[in-house]
């Protein structure tokens, strides 16, 4: 098998519901960052064999193939192929990792990996409006449970012990975080604007500076009234998308381009889908174990912060150093755009490890019905 490294990564601002992306069309905003993908590489996108993109409610402005139509509104040559991929959350790292397994293979030399999510322009349960997907069959093996990932979060705090302050106070650092690391210009290397008719949209939008756990204690539970998960300490509905470029060491040498980090192993993992969220734990272990590298020796991981419990739950039975969890926030406070995400942390990863000469970086991500993706990668200077 061939080496596979990342040689370039960049993403949108991850805009706020109804905020600065809303008025932009997920293909559009797909293209923009495929646009600044070739310009920052300096590649002639004729040498890119695919373009492989994630996308969860595909319906109404996200149907058909977001990947192909993508290509196209970048007017990159028509030749080039593209192709939209669901794994619910973890869509566009399993595009990462798709993509890697073509390379990896011989298949291809060079190949896009991204994704995209315009919540503002397809709301959320966008695509269940007419029916429900899972069918009696599913319904009827979990004794009718609804898979709804709210109840799942509820469950999982339960069964660790999270109580509401714990959960509040995760949550605020999330943005504590966030904020330091925007106010230290931590995201802008990674960050490519988007002009909109309203004006340029240049930094995420979804950062609550000043919040904290007691703020956060007087919002209302959201999915059982003596719960403790409510908007505060979720992740936000967001607006963005992210790309990025996937080749061989020696095709990079060819094209002049210096690869960032070297992908390590992937993996990804089925676990219970009442429990739902809970996946990360398991794929982090299979991720390791692949890869023969001790948890000891990562350096950042980035565990998606769908709802404050799962990245919770995942320090718990991991034993990792909290310090090195979500270090420059998570979905909480800098969102979370669905298809994009995978591709938005592993650029926000990238970025954070070549800042801090971090040698490992660990990313993974609980899915809807129960599964989840954990990617390994490794800066290419150690």
């Known amino acids: 098998m061939r080496e596979v490294v990342i040689v370039e990564a960049v993403r949108t601002p991850v805009g706020k519901r109804n905020g600065g992306l809303a008025g932009v069309h997920p293909v559009d905003l797909s293209a923009h960052v495929l646009g600044a993908l070739a310009h920052r590489s300096g590649i002639d996108p004729q040498v890119i064999d695919d373009v492989i993109w994630g996308c ?7 149907s058909s193939n977001v990947g192909r139509y993508s290509v196209l509104a970048a007017r990159w040559p028509e030749s080039i192929p593209g192709v939209t991929i669901n794994r619910a959350c973890g869509s566009s790292q399993q595009a990462i990792d798709f993509a890697v397994q073509a390379v990896m293979s011989g298949q291809q030399d060079v190949v896009v990996a991204g994704g995209v999510e315009v919540m503002s322009r397809v709301p959320l349960g966008a695509a269940r409006a007419s029916g429900a997907p899972y069918g009696p069959r599913a319904l009827a093996r979990y004794e009718g449970f609804a898979f709804n990932q709210g109840i799942s979060a509820e469950k999982i705090a339960q069964k660790w012990g ?4 714990a959960v509040d106070e995760f949550s605020s650092v999330s943005h504590e975080r966030a904020a330091a690391a925007q106010d230290a210009g931590a995201f802008e290397s990674e960050i490519v604007s988007v002009t909109t008719e309203d004006g340029v949209v240049s930094a995420d939008e979804g950062i609550r500076r000043g919040t904290t756990a007691e703020k956060l204690a007087k919002l209302k539970p959201a999915f059982d009234e003596n719960g403790v998960i409510h908007a505060g300490n979720s992740s936000q509905i967001s607006d963005g998308a992210a790309a990025l470029l996937i080749t061989t060491p020696e095709k990079a040498a060819d094209l002049g381009l210096t690869p960032l980090v070297r992908y390590v192993a992937g993996a990804v993992v089925g676990s219970d889908p009442v429990l739902m969220l809970t996946g990360p734990i398991p794929a982090t272990d299979k991720v390791l174990a692949k890869a023969g590298v001790a948890l000891s020796e990562v350096g950042v991981f980035e565990v998606n912060e769908a709802f404050a419990p799962v990245p919770m739950a995942w320090l718990a039975e991991t034993g990792a150093d909290p310090a090195l969890l979500n270090p420059v ?7 979370h755009p669905l298809g994009g995400s995978g591709a938005v942390l ?3 990863m990238i ?6 000469d971090i040698r490992y970086g660990l990313q993974t991500m609980c899915e809807g019905g129960g599964t989840a993706n954990a990617t390994l990668v490794e800066l290419a200077s150690h």
Request: proline letters at 0%.
């Open 56 to 62: 969860v409610s595909q319906v109404g402005d996200q």
């Open 162 to 165: 999270f109580d509401r302050a």
């Open 329 to 335: 926030g998570g979905a909480i406070a800098l969102g």
């Open 346 to 348: 592993m650029t926000r």
């Open 351 to 356: 970025n954070h490890m070549r800042n801090n």
